[in-house]
């Protein structure tokens, strides 16, 4: 029964595709998404809705407008396929799989695996999903044409604290919250939807479970994914002569922010050195030195993160660094000179390129 679940978000996420793929074509030309309708961009016929199917409208019509036999970029059939195997692959590690390490998945696994989806597990799903269609709709803007445009992340920014409000940690499952007030250090800190919660030990005024510990848990994402960024590219810029990352990173990362909370978040601006590294060496060879779209690297951080985070172990440690002021400020400075150290090296082995090369 799972797998018949599976299939059906796959197709899910194939009707999440062209979306995708809609707001793609549209979204950098400012075009509005509601006027007109979806139409031909050859001979402006509309598209009526049954060759409008995701995958199966572009096997049937052969890759070709019913209209005017104007060949279809297979773009938009690969971005459906990827999207529906995107959603699959979500639903089957996170639901099948609770690699987030819900409790309330754990308890629930023999009616998982029998195809007994409860409520609460597709809710964890549907945020994850949303957050992953926007992930990839930014990463293909940026890849695009190096820009991602605002009204996107905006969008976002915006349904992830609607999110972080309804969801708030440790969803799904407030009763399992651990005290809050007595001082008291669990060895492990339950996972929700959101890894963790703003601050722990809570503050009185944010019980576990409110929508305003919620809220307060995605503003705080919000806020970190864009000041990191900015953080990183006003230092190192400054040291190296140079603007380092677009300010459509810095956007994106907010809205991944306002979905996984501020700890996930500053980890997975590190964690997505490893892929960009990578994109960047393939680049590299293939292109030469041209300049490197850094959203997908930053999308596939976010992920990797999110799912690496229970493992990431002792939450003894891991609380120094993430709820201890002094520490964490020590932890700011030290990246900062870092960066500061690493741009003026790079400034003095390779010079100040001009301002077209970025
Ligand atoms: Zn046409």
Redesign the pocket.
């Known amino acids: 029964m799972f797998y018949i679940w599976l299939v059906l978000v796959f197709l899910l996420g194939a009707c999440a595709g062209s979306v995708v793929n809609y707001c793609f074509y549209r979204l950098p030309l400012e075009k509005s998404l509601f006027w007109p309708g979806p139409?031909?961009?050859?001979?402006?016929?509309p598209i009526r809705w049954f060759d409008n199917v995701p995958l199966l409208s572009f096997v049937l019509l052969r890759g070709r407008?019913?209209?005017?036999?104007?060949r279809i970029s297979p773009r938009y059939p690969l971005i459906e396929l990827l999207t529906g195997l995107l959603f699959a692959a979500l639903f089957y590690v996170e639901i099948g799989q609770n690699v987030l390490g819900l409790p309330y998945l754990q308890m629930r696994r023999a009616a998982i695996a029998a195809g007994d989806i409860p409520a609460p597990a597709w809710a964890v799903f549907g945020c994850h999903a949303v957050l992953a269609s926007f992930l990839l709709l930014t990463s293909l803007c940026d890849l695009d044409d190096m820009a991602i445009p605002l009204p996107i992340t905006i969008t976002g920014t915006l349904i992830g604290l609607a999110c972080s409000a309804l969801f708030a940690w440790p969803f799904p499952g407030a009763e399992r919250a651990l005290p809050s007030v007595s001082g008291f250090v669990p060895p492990r800190l339950p996972t929700g939807l959101y890894p963790w919660p703003v601050w722990y030990p809570l503050p009185v005024w944010l019980p576990p479970g409110s929508w305003q510990l919620g809220l307060a848990t995605g503003l705080a994402g919000a806020l970190a994914g864009m000041a990191v960024i900015r953080l990183v590219r006003f230092t190192y810029g400054m040291a190296r002569g140079i603007e380092g990352l677009g300010v459509g990173d810095a956007d994106l990362m907010m809205m991944a922010g306002a979905f996984v909370g501020w700890q996930p978040i500053v980890l997975s601006c590190f964690v997505a050195a490893f892929p960009g590294l990578l994109f960047g060496i393939f680049q590299l060879l293939r292109h030469g030195n041209q300049p490197l779209p850094f959203g997908p690297s930053l999308a596939l951080g976010v992920v990797l993160t999110l799912w690496l985070w229970p493992s990431l172990g002792d939450f003894e440690a891991l609380r120094l660094v993430f709820f201890e002021p002094g520490f964490l400020g020590g932890i700011i400075g030290g990246g900062a000179v870092f960066l500061l150290l690493a741009g003026l090296l790079f400034r003095f082995i390779l010079g100040t390129p001009p301002k077209a090369e970025l």
């Open positions: 139409r031909c961009g050859r001979c402006l016929r407008c019913r209209s005017c036999s104007e």
